[in-house]
């Protein structure tokens, strides 16, 4: 027999066990600034609209900052941070170097939040709430950001060297890098989409163009008039630093025409066409839907930003809300 003390302490732990877990796993939610800053996405919105007069490009180059700060880390802001006595910048990680652009726009976001609301908005959620806004400004899906993240004490470096994905990459890699954090096929395959805008620079697909693989020969999964633009925007000899548009048809719209992209040979990145030319691969009949039905892919986008959104935030009273997104507090 139990006795009813053992009982009643066994129920108390219970409870007192369950609080614990409840608040060390706080949820982001939508309304969590609704009462402390009512107008946060308003403020973001109207930046990064107003950024996009001088730069179509811009609202490409944010939502990729969201994506390589959350594959590190989770989204905590962890690439915001420069470096310091105590910060190994993740901006001079092999993926982000030379490469990851807007950090200007997310610093004009902060003062103009801290202008309205001191001390409230993370920059973890300037970068959720920046990523939603460029994709609906530009044509694309709207969803409701979950929010309540707070900003890191610290960076990783060698973390975005090793976790963030390469475009040299094969699927099988590329879904393990994406397993790694939770997400799946689909996941994969959809938040590729947002291939649909921005640009590339030579370096990260020539090795298509010329010499594959050590073949001597350009990508065989290259469509051949694409093969032709592509050499002329990158010679041989030229410079790696020049850029192409990562969507051919509909450059700086949000669309689904990254998938018949693949379909016609026409991916940008080896990372991209692998998606469609991998023979066998489960990835080939999520191009073929979303290139059919932008409804399918536009639902998808919208899920699997959430899903990646909610990669392992820090909450409640972890980390901190930083008043510059370059640096941790005090320091
Ligand atoms: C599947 C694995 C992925 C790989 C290998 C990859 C790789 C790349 C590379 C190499 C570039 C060009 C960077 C440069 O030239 O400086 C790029 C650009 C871009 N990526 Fe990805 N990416 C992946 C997934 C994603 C995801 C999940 C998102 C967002 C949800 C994303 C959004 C973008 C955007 C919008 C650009 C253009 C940025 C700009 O114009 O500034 N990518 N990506
Ligand atoms: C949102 O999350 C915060 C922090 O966890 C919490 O205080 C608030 O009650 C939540 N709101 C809703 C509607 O769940
Ligand atoms: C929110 O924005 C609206 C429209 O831009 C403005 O009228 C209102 O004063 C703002 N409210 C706060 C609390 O800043
Ligand atoms: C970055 O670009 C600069 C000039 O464009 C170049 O000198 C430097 O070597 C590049 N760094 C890397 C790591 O590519
Ligand atoms: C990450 O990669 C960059 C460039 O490839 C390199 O310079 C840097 O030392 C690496 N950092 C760590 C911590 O491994
Ligand atoms: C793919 O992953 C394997 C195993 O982790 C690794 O050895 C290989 O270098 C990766 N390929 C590329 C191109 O990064
Ligand atoms: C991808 O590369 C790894 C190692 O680099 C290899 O083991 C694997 O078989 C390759 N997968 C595909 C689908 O080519
Ligand atoms: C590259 O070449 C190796 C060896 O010839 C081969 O096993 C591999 O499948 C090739 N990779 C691609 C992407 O064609
Ligand atoms: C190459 O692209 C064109 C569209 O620009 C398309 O009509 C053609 O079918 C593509 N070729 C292949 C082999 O996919
Ligand atoms: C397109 O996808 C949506 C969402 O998944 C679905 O409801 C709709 O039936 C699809 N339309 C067609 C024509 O298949």
Redesign the pocket.
């Known amino acids: 027999m139990i006795s009813s003390s053992t009982a009643s302490s066994f129920i108390l732990s219970t409870i007192l066990l369950t609080l614990l877990l409840s608040q060390t796993k706080a949820q982001l939610n939508a309304t969590f600034y609704d009462s402390t800053c009512p107008n946060a996405s308003t403020i973001v919105r109207s930046v990064i609209q107003q950024a996009l007069q001088s730069d179509i490009r811009i609202g490409a180059s944010l939502i990729r900052l969201h994506f390589h700060d959350c594959f590190v880390n989770g989204c905590d802001a962890s690439i915001l941070l420069d470096n310091s006595a105590n910060i ?1 910048s993740e901006k ?3 993926p982000n ?1 030379n490469s990851t652009r807007g950090f200007d726009i997310v610093d004009n976001i902060k003062t103009a939040l801290e202008n309205s609301c001191p001390g409230i908005v993370s920059c973890a959620d300037i970068l959720a709430l920046a990523a939603e806004a460029s994709v609906s400004l530009q044509g694309g899906p709207s969803w409701s950001v979950l929010l309540g993240r707070r900003d890191s004490l610290t960076a990783n ?2 973390g975005a ?1 090793s976790s963030i994905p390469s475009p040299f990459e094969n699927l099988s890699n590329l879904t393990s890098k994406f397993s790694a954090v939770g997400l799946d096929t689909t996941d994969l395959v959809a938040l590729s989409g947002a291939h649909t805008f921005g640009r590339a620079q030579c370096r990260l697909f020539v090795n298509r163009l010329y010499n594959f693989n050590g073949t001597g020969n350009p990508d065989p999964t290259l469509n051949s008039s694409y093969l032709t633009t592509l050499q002329q925007i990158c010679p041989q000899s030229g410079s790696g630093f020049n850029v192409a548009n990562l969507d051919l048809t509909t450059s700086d719209s949000f669309d689904n025409n990254y998938f018949s992209n693949l379909q016609n040979g026409q991916g940008l990145l080896q990372s991209d066409q692998e998606l469609f030319s991998t023979s066998g691969a489960p990835t080939i009949s999520l191009v073929n839907t979303f290139s059919g039905n932008q409804t399918a892919f536009f639902q998808s986008f919208a899920q699997s930003m959430i899903k990646m959104g909610n990669i392992s935030p820090l909450t409640g009273s972890n980390g901190e809300i930083r008043s510059d997104c370059k640096k941790v507090n005090g320091s």
């Open positions: 190994q001079d990680a092999g170097t470096q060698a060297n």
